[in-house]
């Protein structure tokens, strides 16, 4: 073996495993080199999950990052030689109308993303699985590109390190455990070994279900739980003996059982000769903290796999037995049987990035086989040029605040998410039931008693509307429509809508505590942020005055949206929850790597904001303010901020609107909530909902939305949000923002687009969730612009005022065009839409208080 070296320019902690491979491949192919990979077991693993995968890979997802990792992987796989594109089934059983529901809308995602999913009946999926009961079910998903990784996703991991060990680019050293991560303040500086001390300027840990306890000697925490996963094995199968094939018939996904099924092939093969059954725990999980993990010599598979008890699955097993009785016929193989620990996180997704606590330790954890690839691509990338071409925020380690990463919450949302694996399908607007109540507004009792609904985000619990206003469901009977399909009406409250046209009709105040703000100051914070936003942010005319602006990448594609309050001495961030603390990270960063003097402070939790808006904002806020002239139109310009004081307390107005209607946005200090908002309240203002803040008049106003309708795909251009000039001060992506200013038009546009039918095959009106793939009425084919983008509806939502369903989508430049019709399907059903506006497109306007149709 060579000998250990003392240096090197990366070292992976977790080599052997198909994450850890993969991403020294992905490196490698960026131009890294002088890499170093150490593993605590086996190269490739022989303790890790990767050592008992299944290995499958399906592209049914429902949203883009998941469903790209996946086709990518896909092909990654086949071109090494190692993938069988067997094709996959996913059957829905007779009576189980919520998951052919489920499969129709999986249909429309692939339709999105470029899955090419479909609908086959009973009698066709027999066709394909043999073994299935016919007479068991009503149809099945069909996906011709998943399949298998063969033999192994091991074998693949070994093979990769072999390959990139003779580039001479990277060693690799195994059953070499990381005992500590060494560090200079708050940056890496190497790892200490059982073979000694190695310096490194970035260290990735792919160490997989043993990630916490790398991520402990950072003096952090990962999102991340292992959970067990029965795996079990029946033979002798023997049906493709001969044939030399490790997989026989397609792998068969029974989703609404929360298993799936597959042959191992050919008897001679790998592992064949038998049929592997696999289950995820639905109502009592078992997470085990990496910590409680045995040492491989006290396993008796090993560390990943422990033991199973059969009774703990009878159940399951038996409805799968009805759905394909060979399960009873073959012979049971206890000791081959077991739970397989696999990763659950907090959100269901992955955490990579750059660690919060030392610069230049990433993390690449709680990742699956059949994303393995595509995520050490993004990755490498990431690592090699500062962004990914697609939009990460769902995978980005810095999306987390402090309290998502304390440990109780950690293992109360993994319980849940590991509920969820495979059953019940989860709703776009699903709520977590665990970890609740962590952020409170200081008016949430008040909340409480007027019967607010509510829902979570970035742990503040937020009200969607409130029973104490249903009377105005009457009011407003004929322009708030009920919705008769339930999963259109999941975890969505009617009287949002009402509570929407009464604002309209004279003003409404609404919680805007979930504002994440950041202070920042110092001698260098006024070129900070112009070097970092595309907007003005110097000169004296900016002071006392809130600036909407963005921060592009070097691509000049936007990574961020929010605004800055410009104020005599400092600068304050006012951002989206959950968009709020990757942008902490990311300017800290930016700050630390370019020498900008300042100082920058989460003050989050130190204030909180109410908005006031409609018709007659004014003249109820005039009724509570101290001096009231201050609030005269001629006095308070559109986009400043004023010092007022309500009840006492003093508060910044900043005159705004996010929701189409004159008025305020109310910043003041925590402890002084209350007594603002009760001040308002006793001049009978209502309070309204966040809904018709977050969906329904933003929509209806052509205001878009961070990590939704703008993402890192597309350019300032694009989103039609660039500025009429180009301001002359240098900043983060200029060059190309320039480049893109000086085409004769954008391939794509983010348009607004209107259902002109809604009504489904059983006659009940839609009203759609989620996303929807936009595509060509006339080929039935999903737009895709010149750069290979698809369309599909980044937003959507009902628009009372209008009357319609109101979508955001970008379209191809071709396509730009009002009065087009196009279509989009929502659950495998086909709607007309309408283009009713290029860009920034209103279709409301409050100065008229007229919807324009």
Known sequence: ????????????????????????????????????????????????????????????????????????????????????RIGGLEVVRNGDDVRLAEVRRRI???????????????????????????????AALWDPHAGLVVPRSQTVAGK??????????????????????????????????????????????????????????????????????????????????????????????????SAYMRDTGDPNSTEGGQIEWGYYYETEPHLVHPKDILEKEQARLSPSQRDLELDEVI?????????????????????????????????????????????????????????APGMAKLLADWMTHGRTHIDH???????????????????????????????????????????RNIRRSPFYEREVELGGYFMELGGWERAHGYAANEPLLEKYADQVPVRENEWDNRHFWRVSNAEQLEMSADCAIINLSHFHMTDISGPDHVAF?????????????????????????????????????????????????????????????????????????????????????????????????SDPTALDHDNFAFATIQEIEIAGKPLSAFRISYVGEQGWELHMRYEDGLAVWDALRAEGIMAMGVETYANSRRMEKSLRLQNADLQTEYNLYEADLARPKVKEADFRGKEKHLEYRARDHQPAMLCTLVMTENTDRDGVARYPVGLMPVMDPETGDTLVDSVGRRSYTTSVAFGPTIGKNIALAYLPWEYCEVGRKLSVSYFDEIYPVEVAGIGYAPLYDPENLKPRS
């Open 1 to 84: 073996m060579a000998k250990f070296p003392e240096k090197a320019k990366v070292v992976i902690v977790g080599l052997g495993g198909i994450v850890g491979a993969s991403v020294a491949h992905h490196l490698i192919e960026n131009g890294w080199d002088d890499i170093v990979g150490i593993d605590k077991s086996g190269i490739p693993t022989d303790i890790g999950s990767t050592a008992h995968a299944s290995d499958f890979c399906f592209a049914t997802g429902h949203d883009y990052l998941t469903a790209w990792t996946t086709l990518y992987s896909m092909n990654f796989y086949e071109e090494m030689g190692h993938y069988s």
């Open 108 to 138: 429309d995602s692939g339709r999105a993303f470029g899955a090419d999913l479909k609908m086959i009946s009973a009698a066709e999926a027999k066709e394909k699985f043999p073994l299935l009961e016919e007479d068991q079910i009503q």
């Open 160 to 257: 990769l390190v072999d390959a990139c060990v003779k580039t001479g680019k990277l060693q690799s050293f195994a059953n070499t455990s990381a005992l500590e991560l060494l560090k200079d303040g708050d940056r890496i500086t190497g790892v200490r070994t059982e073979r000694g001390d190695i310096a490194a300027d970035h260290v990735i840990v792919c160490a997989g279900l043993w990630g916490r306890l790398i991520a402990e000697m950072a003096g952090e925490d990962l999102p991340v739980m292992p959970v067990d996963h029965p795996l079990t094995f029946f033979s002798p199968f023997t049906e493709f003996e001969g044939t030399g094939v490790e997989i026989g018939y397609p792998l068969l996904r029974d989703q609404g059982n």
């Open 315 to 371: 159940e399951p097993l038996e409805r799968a037995i009805e759905l394909t009785p060979i399960l009873g016929e073959l012979g049971y193989r206890e000791h081959h049987s077991f739970n397989g620990l696999l990763q659950t996180t907090t959100d269901g997704g992955p955490s990579i990035g750059e660690s919060q606590k030392l610069r230049g330790l990433w993390y690449a954890v709680a990742i699956w086989v059949k994303d």
């Open 393 to 435: 925020n769902g995978i980005d380690y810095a999306r987390f605040s402090d309290f998502q990463l304390d440990a109780g919450f950690i293992h109360d949302r993994c319980y849940e998410t590991a509920q969820k694996i495979y059953n019940p399908p989860v709703h776009p607007r699903e709520p977590f039931s665990k970890g």
């Open 529 to 625: 942020l112009e070097w970092l936003c595309a907007a003005k942010i110097g000169g004296d005319r900016n002071i006392n005055r809130g600036i909407y602006t963005h921060m592009l990448d070097d691509e000049g594609m936007v990574r961020a949206d929010f605004t800055v309050f410009r104020m005599a001495d400092y600068c304050r961030l006012v951002n989206g929850a959950d968009a709020g603390p990757r942008d902490f990270q990311y300017m800290s960063r930016i700050a630390q790597d370019k020498g900008f003097d300042v100082t920058i402070t989460d003050v989050t939790e130190q204030f909180t904001t109410i908005g006031i808006w409609g018709p007659n904002a004014r003249e109820n806020l005039k009724k509570v303010v």
